[in-house]
């Protein structure tokens, strides 16, 4: 319970971000607001076993840069980012 209930919005706590694939399935993270999102775009490649250049992250449609941070993006507790699969090509 303390643990939620620390000092107000310092900047440093922790938050959790859910990544939400075209599916629906939800992935969370648990970051600082300072940490860069390439390297949650990257774990996330990792666990999904897909190459990091075939996603995009996106938050209100807007693309996600690899270094921005959820501070710089605004991110609160519990926010969601969507991920979709570059589509490349067809036949």
């Given amino acids: 319970m303390s643990a939620d209930e620390k ?6 706590e922790p938050i959790t971000i859910r ?3 075209q599916t ?4 969370f ?12 775009f990257g774990t996330y490649a ?5 190459q990091l250049s075939s996603l995009r992250f996106l ?11 959820p501070k710089m993006l605004e991110l609160d ?5 969507d991920c979709m699969l570059e589509q490349s ?3």
Avoid at 29 to 40: A, D, P
Avoid at 59 to 69: A, C, K, N, V
């Fill in 7 to 12: 000092a107000p919005d310092t900047g440093n």
């Fill in 19 to 21: 990544v939400r694939d």
């Fill in 24 to 27: 629906g399935e939800e992935t």
């Fill in 29 to 40: 993270f648990k970051i600082k607001k300072t940490t860069k999102m390439s390297k949650v």
């Fill in 46 to 50: 990792n666990r999904k076993g897909v």
């Fill in 59 to 69: 938050l209100d449609g807007e693309r996600i840069e690899p270094d921005q941070t």
């Fill in 77 to 81: 507790d519990q926010d969601q980012i």
């Fill in 89 to 91: 090509g067809g036949w």
